[in-house]
């Protein structure tokens, strides 16, 4: 089982719809979560932190579900711009907390229609 | 804020060839990861240095692959000889203290193809 899981897409949605992406994480040492963006041929980006009791940047709410190692971004209104691939990214303890290590989902692509 | 720097962008080298990238970090950042991303995947961790050290190598081919950040700051990471397989993006990444609620900020990557 990968320790993050993510529906790889892609989705295909026309402007203004409003589209969900979830991923679940197997490590329960799990600290911290994350989604990055990353756009075609670019670097991924951090497009916002996710806690646990939920949060919303603009048209972008993320929610954190530790109980049952889920994690979710929701974007509404989409434009053509959020076109891109979205990481669901995962911090874990290693080494008696000595160090983190980031865990990345292999992307959901969503692609947004005009 | 200049970001991470990486070069080159691009490589094409012929398997059993060897082949190095440079990474400088954002200024004070003391850690430095490098990443492996192969098309279709997501960012798979090589290897972390905190300053000068090396604090994860786990999933670092080390037959093959080595790497080194000697004075703290720019960092190397090296393939000899290298594989068909190795074909991916490697992509280089730091944060201030690899803490865990801070994000890695990552640089554009460089390009690498094995023919």
């Known amino acids: 089982r990968k320790e993050v899981e993510q529906d790889p897409g892609p989705f295909n949605v026309p402007e203004g719809a409003t589209v969900a992406f979830n991923c679940t994480y197997s490590?329960?040492?799990?600290?911290?979560f994350f989604w990055y963006r990353q756009d075609c041929r670019k670097e991924p980006k951090l497009l916002m932190s996710?806690?646990?009791s939920g949060n919303e940047d603009g048209r972008f709410t993320a929610q954190l579900n530790r109980a049952s190692q889920y994690i979710s971004l929701l974007i509404r209104d989409s434009k053509l711009s959020d076109s891109a691939t979205y990481l669901c990214?995962?911090?874990?303890?290693?080494?008696?907390?000595?160090?983190?290590?980031?865990?990345f989902g292999t992307g959901t692509l969503l692609a947004v229609q005009p | 804020e200049a970001g991470v720097a990486q070069s080159p962008r691009y490589k094409i080298i012929e398997k059993r060839q060897s082949v190095a990238f440079w990474c400088n970090p954002i200024?004070?950042?003391?850690?430095l990861y490098w990443y492996q991303q192969i098309l279709g995947q997501g960012p798979k961790l090589l290897i972390q240095?905190?300053?000068?050290?090396?604090?994860?190598d786990s999933q670092l081919p080390k037959d093959r692959f080595s790497a080194e950040r000697l004075k703290g700051v720019d960092s190397t990471l090296k393939i000899q000889p290298a594989k068909l397989e190795d074909s991916a993006v490697y992509l280089c990444?730091?944060?201030?203290?690899?803490?865990?609620?801070?994000?890695?900020?990552f640089g554009d990557g460089t390009r690498l193809s094995i023919l």
């Open positions: 990214v995962v911090n874990i303890r290693m080494y008696g907390g000595a160090t983190n290590k980031l865990i």
């Open positions: 240095f905190q300053n000068n050290g090396v604090v994860d």
């Open positions: 996710v806690y646990s």
């Open positions: 200024s004070g950042h003391a850690t």
């Open positions: 490590n329960s040492a799990s600290q911290s």
């Open positions: 990444a730091s944060s201030p203290t690899g803490t865990a609620s801070q994000p890695q900020h």
